[in-house]
């Protein structure tokens, strides 16, 4: 379906949403594809950023790792530039809204449009008939996530598109079956920054992530200097020298992965790194790299050691925050109530 056959003509405010899992270790995939442009949207609306503790337990979480990374998630948020003052910062199930939006989307969605999401294929993959009911229905609880609160805006990751254009369904099936026009809006993606997609430093074709094995595969957001500059020194490359032009990237995927590091992380193109660095050798652009890299991320892992030194302070924000989250979203949930036919 055409976007523009699907406009509500919902005139409610304007209203940022995202969230990020509390399954690990952030890492730089997570800041140049997501949070970095969380940080920037502050400027310009009202925001709520989310730790979605309840969508990490989609797959087996141990409870005391679980609490560790939501803390950690939440410094990662505050050490990139988040303000949780101006705007709100909680861990999801905090606020009951979630959950209780999720079940009723449940009756929205349909079994085919979950059918179609291509997330759980690739998570679930040969073993879906073990995968937990929960990951199949993980892309409802997102769609709640976000009309909890009315969100206009959602920044997401290129592999969330497909997710976000079932919020919008479910948020237009919802008006339609309840004859409540304009009820929802629907959520507009908001794909924004040059390197979106951060690939492995040791495999240029896989997603950098936090379960590959080698460490060495993805920086941390809380790795010290010296961490980050060993992990581009020892990152793979090929043999050739830089091209002296993008095209020259082409079927050279660590090649390609590490001048689109170096362009998200100078905020240039890739074209600019490339004029910069044409004919050089790795051995001359890693260094560059990695003062490059250290500068921009050494401070957000001395921030978070500092904040996570502190869980009293963190779980403080999360729960100030959860308290605004709940101002938002209980008169929300009270409408949507009374538009299902619930008593309250
Ligand atoms: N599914 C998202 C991811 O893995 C995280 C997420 C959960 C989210 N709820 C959300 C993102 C709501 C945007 C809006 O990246």
Request: charged share 25%.
């Given at each position: 379906?055409?976007?523009?056959?699907?406009?509500?003509?919902?005139?409610?405010?304007?209203?940022?949403?995202?969230?990020?899992?509390?399954?690990?270790?952030?890492?730089?995939?997570?800041?140049?594809?997501?949070?970095?442009?969380?940080?920037?949207l502050?400027?310009?609306?009202?925001?709520?950023?989310?730790?979605?503790?309840?969508?990490?337990?989609?797959?087996?979480?141990?409870?005391?790792?679980?609490?560790?990374?939501?803390?950690?998630?939440?410094a990662?948020?505050?050490?990139?530039?988040?303000?949780?003052?101006q705007?709100?910062v909680?861990?999801?199930?905090?606020?009951?809204?979630?959950?209780?939006?999720?079940?009723?989307?449940?009756?929205?969605?349909?079994?085919?449009?979950?059918?179609?999401?291509?997330?759980?294929?690739?998570?679930?993959g040969?073993?879906?008939?073990?995968?937990?009911?929960?990951?199949?229905?993980?892309?409802?609880?997102?769609?709640?996530?976000?009309?909890?609160?009315?969100?206009?805006?959602?920044?997401?990751?290129?592999?969330?598109?497909?997710?976000?254009?079932?919020s919008?369904d479910?948020?237009?099936?919802?008006?339609?079956?309840?004859?409540?026009?304009?009820?929802?809006?629907?959520?507009?993606?908001?794909?924004?920054?040059?390197?979106?997609?951060?690939?492995?430093?040791?495999?240029?074709?896989?997603?950098?992530?936090?379960?590959?094995?080698?460490?060495?595969?993805?920086?941390?957001?809380?790795?010290?200097?010296?961490?980050?500059?060993?992990?581009?020194?020892k990152?793979?490359?090929?043999?050739?020298?830089?091209?002296?032009?993008?095209?020259?990237?082409?079927?050279?995927?660590?090649?390609?992965?590490?001048?689109?590091?170096?362009?998200?992380?100078?905020?240039?193109?890739?074209?600019?790194?490339?004029?910069?660095?044409?004919g050089?050798?790795?051995?001359?652009?890693?260094?560059?790299?990695?003062?490059?890299?250290?500068?921009?991320?050494?401070?957000?892992?001395?921030?978070?050691?500092?904040?996570?030194?502190?869980?009293?302070?963190?779980?403080?924000?999360?729960?100030?925050?959860?308290?605004?989250?709940?101002?938002?979203?209980?008169?929300?949930?009270?409408?949507?109530?009374?538009?299902?036919g619930?008593?309250?």
């Amino acid at each position: 379906m055409e976007n523009e056959a699907k406009k509500s003509n919902y005139s409610g405010p304007q209203r940022v949403f995202s969230g990020v899992q509390s399954t690990g270790n952030l890492h730089l995939g997570n800041y140049l594809g997501a949070i970095r442009n969380f940080v920037d949207l502050q400027q310009d609306y009202d925001c709520i950023y989310c730790v979605v503790d309840m969508h990490a337990i989609t797959a087996w979480q141990d409870p005391e790792e679980l609490t560790k990374n939501t803390r950690a998630t939440t410094a990662g948020y505050i050490a990139c530039g988040i303000d949780p003052e101006q705007h709100i910062v909680f861990n999801q199930s905090a606020v009951s809204a979630h959950a209780e939006l999720a079940w009723i989307f449940n009756c929205v969605a349909r079994m085919g449009w979950l059918n179609r999401m291509t997330q759980f294929k690739d998570k679930a993959g040969r073993h879906k008939e073990n995968a937990s009911v929960g990951l199949f229905v993980y892309p409802n609880l997102m769609a709640a996530d976000i009309l909890a609160y009315k969100a206009t805006h959602v920044p997401v990751g290129e592999d969330q598109k497909q997710h976000l254009e079932l919020s919008r369904d479910i948020a237009q099936k919802f008006n339609n079956d309840f004859n409540v026009p304009a009820f929802f809006p629907l959520p507009e993606p908001l794909i924004l920054g040059l390197a979106t997609r951060v690939m492995s430093l040791r495999d240029g074709t896989a997603k950098m992530s936090k379960s590959e094995k080698s460490e060495y595969s993805r920086i941390n957001l809380k790795d010290d200097a010296d961490t980050i500059a060993k992990k581009i020194r020892k990152a793979r490359t090929d043999p050739d020298p830089l091209p002296d032009n993008v095209a020259g990237l082409k079927d050279r995927p660590e090649a390609d992965n590490l001048v689109g590091i170096y362009a998200a992380l100078a905020k240039m193109t890739k074209k600019e790194v490339i004029e910069r660095f044409a004919g050089a050798q790795f051995s001359t652009f890693k260094p560059e790299l990695a003062e490059l890299s250290v500068s921009v991320l050494a401070p957000i892992g001395e921030e978070m050691a500092k904040l996570m030194a502190d869980p009293g302070y963190i779980d403080n924000v999360l729960r100030q925050g959860a308290e605004r989250a709940r101002a938002i979203a209980d008169p929300i949930m009270a409408e949507v109530k009374k538009v299902v036919g619930f008593i309250i």
